[in-house]
């Protein structure tokens, strides 16, 4: 399955986003999806995880908790990260991951990987 990340941008710090990390190929639902991000300088992070199926498993990055939201549409072959009150700690590098797997925060674990999407959070 091949990955594409979009959706990132430039936003004051206190707006939102919303990335999209569409997904070609069959079998979309039998994948579980994350997102990970990687600041300036820094290695790259979990920020969370939606299970495959109904995706009725989610989790996140204490960082990010009750600020972020994943979700998918798998009648769109599509999976989301709803993103408010941004902080410029949150600006870096997002990128999608999918794999056939439990929730895991170890990037080395996921098959598949988007191209990522830049998002910048000004002060």
């Known amino acids: 399955v091949q990955l594409q990340a979009s959706g990132g941008g430039l936003v004051q710090a206190g707006g939102s986003l919303r990335l999209s990390c569409a997904a070609s190929?069959?079998?979309?639902?039998?994948?579980?999806m994350a997102w990970f991000r990687q600041g300036p300088g820094k290695d790259r992070e979990f920020v969370s995880f939606?299970?495959?199926?109904?995706?009725?498993?989610?989790y996140y990055a204490d960082s990010v908790k009750g600020r972020f939201t994943i979700s998918r549409d798998n009648a769109k072959n599509t999976g989301y990260l709803e993103m408010n009150s941004l902080k410029p700690e949150d600006t870096a590098v997002y990128y999608c991951a999918a794999g056939f797997l439990t929730f895991t925060t170890n990037s080395k674990s996921y098959s598949f990987w988007g191209q990522g999407t830049q998002v910048t959070v000004s002060s």
């Open positions: 939606i299970s495959l199926g109904s995706g009725s498993s989610t």
């Open positions: 190929g069959r079998g979309f639902s039998s994948y579980a």
